[in-house]
């Protein structure tokens, strides 16, 4: 139960004392280096180890600015702690005596860790079981609840009764995540696009705190994502989500100091596109398609955009002076092939084009 693929359920230290396990892991950090230090001479193997182990750690450990944990850091730090302990277990010139005792300790962890990972791959095997036992070993994190959500909105429904079923069961995962952070929106997005795909009232206070967690709370990519998400199912006709809610949580994020980048961009062109689609205002569109651009102005991605929005509008001379932009900054030609069909469809007759 300790496994899992997030770990955004651990306690994030704000000082030696908060929470107390801080200061225990520091002096136990601190006296395995000194243990290091001490071991050099009559155990290299040991010093190496455990050198290893702490070297492999101090970029992802440290002041980095990443995610708390994730197992697959330790793949490689964690070779050094298993050198030193399968090398004193299984040398023979280290208390003959003991060897075959220690041999047969080796054989027991070779097992245990053979079946630990057996489990783990049969729980992966299934994309339907996974995410519901990361949610039960870790009911406290956010991400593994908003996964579990996910998996119960995608799941096939045979009857009415299961799709309301699976319809609670969401809906509970989202609420618990919603409930978990005080900072985060992928719970509260889960709820207001959840219920928008499935017809559902959308309760105002979702969005209300929605509204200030995207306005003043720091802004993450995954927001922008899952907002752009939102606005593609609603302009698609495939959510019950009203323009003008929709309007108030891209309003908020645009207000956000944070927001820069191409999760800047990626709210401008989901605003533009909005406005285009749902609120008719094809001038506000244009100038939000075009403020999408200049927060990533090396973005070529999203300056092809740009060319097709504009050909969308019916101004084939601006998309061409996109297009020859382009040109002149894609020095590696990758996006060469694109820049041609782009040009062949500016030549084109505007009722000709797809």
């Not at 596109?273 to 999408?292: G, I, M």
């Amino acid at each position: 139960s300790q496994l899992g693929v997030y770990h955004d359920d651990i306690a994030i230290s704000r000082g030696l004392l908060t929470p107390y396990s801080t200061l225990f892991a520091c002096i136990g950090i601190a006296a395995l280096a000194a243990t290091a230090f001490l071991l050099r001479k009559r155990h290299p193997i040991a010093t190496f180890g455990i050198l290893f182990f702490l070297l492999g750690h101090s970029i992802e450990s440290s002041v980095v600015a990443l995610e708390i944990a994730h197992e697959h850091r330790n793949y490689l730090p964690g070779f050094g702690i298993l050198l030193v302990i399968f090398y004193y277990l299984l040398s023979p010139a280290w208390h003959k005596d003991t060897l075959r005792i220690r041999q047969v300790l080796a054989l027991i962890l070779v097992v245990f860790f053979g079946a630990v990972t057996a489990m783990r791959a049969g729980q992966w095997a299934d994309p339907n079981v996974h995410p519901l036992i990361e949610a039960v070993h870790h009911p406290d994190s956010v991400r593994a609840n908003t996964e579990a959500a996910y998996m119960y909105v995608a799941l096939p429904a045979f009857s009415p009764e299961q799709a309301e079923d699976n319809y609670r069961l969401a809906l509970n995962h989202y609420q618990k995540a919603a409930a978990l952070s005080s900072s985060g929106t992928s719970g509260l997005l889960g709820l207001v696009g959840l219920n928008a795909m499935k017809g559902r009232p959308i309760e105002e206070r979702w969005v209300r705190e929605l509204e200030q967690r995207l306005e003043r709370l720091p802004f993450s990519p995954d927001s922008a994502n899952s907002l752009m998400q939102l606005e593609k199912c609603l302009t698609s006709g495939n959510c019950n989500l009203s323009p003008q809610v929709m309007a108030r949580l891209l309003q908020a994020s645009l207000r956000n100091p944070t927001l820069h980048g191409n999760s800047r961009s990626s709210v401008k062109f989901a605003w533009s596109n909005l406005l285009f689609v749902s609120l008719h205002d094809r001038d506000a569109a244009l100038k939000a398609a075009y403020e999408a651009v200049e927060a990533t102005p090396d973005d070529v991605d999203n300056r092809i955009t740009l060319v097709k929005f504009l050909l969308i509008q019916g101004k084939p001379d601006e998309a061409k002076k996109q297009i020859a932009r382009m040109r002149q900054t894609n020095d590696m030609q990758i996006y060469g092939g694109q820049l041609d069909e782009l040009e062949k469809l500016v030549k084109m007759p505007e009722q000709s084009r797809p």
